[in-house]
């Protein structure tokens, strides 16, 4: 606050961090880690302001192994400039990690600060605005290998932004225990067919994991165009032609499902028995649940 005011009486000027982040909580070496960060121009006039991201082990922070204002291009840098927000607006600023073969089994820390163009343009009056100080952010892991691995799909529907989060915190949650999730986020790319990537998931992967919110299920129920309604197409006619202990390969998953108790999955699966995963400790006792049965019947095939 005291940083704010001095801020205000000398330039009008006024920057604050409200939000930052990395796109990933797991990642692997050579991954791309996309860093953001929400400016808020808390000033009295528009401004223009200049992000600098730094990433250290967290258990050495003194070094930092990236620092944007270090090891970036001019262009790149030039990049986090904010430029012109209006008072009370926010704006979010993004910077790409590439993570170093230096960095297997760590965990980093992320640090944001807002700066004046003077850091940028090596100016005569650089002023630091906002600080975040260290926060954890992420680890980086040995990424199970999608051939050799235990490998699964995870079929889900596009709620909200919230829930597409969650689905990719569940899959890095499966590569803890060393088993690949196929997820569109991660291994669907621009120019790639869609509906291939669907038929290859399901038919090819050894375990198919269905993420029952009830909008899923209503969705899966319809059978409508594309998305949800062709994998349950999909699912369903890979569910019916097998054996009831194949059909174990199709394990749901519940959450953010308000819907009445024997109506929470579709409609072709049954009375399967499902992973309840709706509360926040969904890491705990009901990931271990569904460990155990995704490697029960991997085992059988």
């Excluded at 949800?228 to 394990?251: D, K, L, N, Q």
Aim: charged share 25%; with cysteine; glycine share 4%.
């Amino acid at each position: 606050m005291l940083r704010r005011w001095a801020n205000l009486l000398r330039t009008r000027w006024s920057f604050d961090v409200v939000a930052f982040h990395a796109d990933r909580g797991a990642a692997h070496v050579g991954d791309l880690v996309t860093l953001t960060a929400v400016v808020r121009n808390n000033g009295m006039q528009v401004g223009t302001a200049y992000v600098r991201f730094l990433v250290a082990d967290s258990y050495d922070v003194a070094h930092p192994v990236f620092d944007s204002d270090r090891d970036l291009s001019e262009n790149e840098r030039r990049a986090l400039r904010v430029v012109d927000i209006a008072r009370g607006e926010q704006s979010p600023v993004t910077c790409v990690f590439h993570v170093p073969a230096t960095a297997a089994h760590r965990h980093f820390d992320l640090r944001v600060q807002v700066w004046n163009p003077h850091r940028l343009f090596r100016g005569s009056y650089p002023w630091k605005f906002a600080d975040t100080g260290w926060r954890g952010m992420f680890e980086v892991i040995t990424p199970p290998s999608p051939a050799a691995a235990d490998r699964v799909f995870i079929s889900y529907s596009w709620d909200s932004e919230s829930h597409r989060e969650w689905v990719r915190q569940l899959s890095e949650e499966l590569e803890r225990h060393d088993i690949y999730a196929m997820i569109d986020q991660r291994d669907l790319r621009p120019g790639e067919d869609v509906t291939l990537f669907m038929e290859r998931g399901i038919s090819e992967s050894k375990v198919t994991l269905l993420v029952c919110t009830d909008k899923y299920t209503t969705k899966a129920n319809a059978r409508g165009a594309g998305g949800v309604g062709f994998e349950t197409i999909i699912s369903a006619h890979e569910y019916m032609h097998r054996s009831p202990e194949e059909r174990a390969r199709f394990i749901p998953v519940v959450r953010n499902n308000d819907l009445p108790a024997r109506q929470k999955l579709p409609r072709y699966l049954g009375s399967a028995l499902y992973v309840d995963m709706s509360d926040t400790n969904w890491r705990a006792k009901p990931m271990s649940e569904l460990i155990t049965a995704i490697r029960r019947h991997i085992k059988r095939r």
